[in-house]
């Protein structure tokens, strides 16, 4: 996966709501790793698993990707979310 194409998927289509790895609409669901582990279903056993259904699906208020983003677009948006959850 290509990180930095991933950074710049997240950055138009994900910084609305998750700018700096927070969460503007539901708080405690930031994209840090305590909180990814915390909230986010089998994110534990399986990190690219968890966030790929999320980023396809989405939840609640959050939009889901699936048709919006190219499937290489996902993977690349995962793999980032994924490798940024311990440096936000
Ligand atoms: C939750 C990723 C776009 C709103 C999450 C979570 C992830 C994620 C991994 C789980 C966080 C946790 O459980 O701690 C992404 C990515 C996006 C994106 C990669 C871009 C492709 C957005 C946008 C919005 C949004 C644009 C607002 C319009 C939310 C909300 C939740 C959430 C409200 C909590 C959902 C719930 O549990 O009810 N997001 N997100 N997200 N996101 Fe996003």
Not at 35 to 55: C, P, R
Not at 64 to 72: E, I, S, V, Y
Request: net charge positive.
């Amino acid at each position: 996966a290509d990180l930095a194409h991933g950074k710049q998927i997240f950055q138009g289509n994900c910084n609305a709501c998750h700018l700096g790895g927070r969460n503007t609409i539901m708080a405690p669901k930031t994209l840090k790793t305590d909180a990814l582990t915390k909230y986010l279903k089998g994110f534990k056993e399986d990190s690219v698993a968890a966030v790929t259904y999320q980023v396809t699906n989405g939840k609640g208020a959050m939009p889901a990707f699936k048709g919006r983003l190219k499937p290489n677009d996902i993977e690349d948006v995962v793999a980032y979310v994924v490798d940024q959850a311990d440096k936000w």
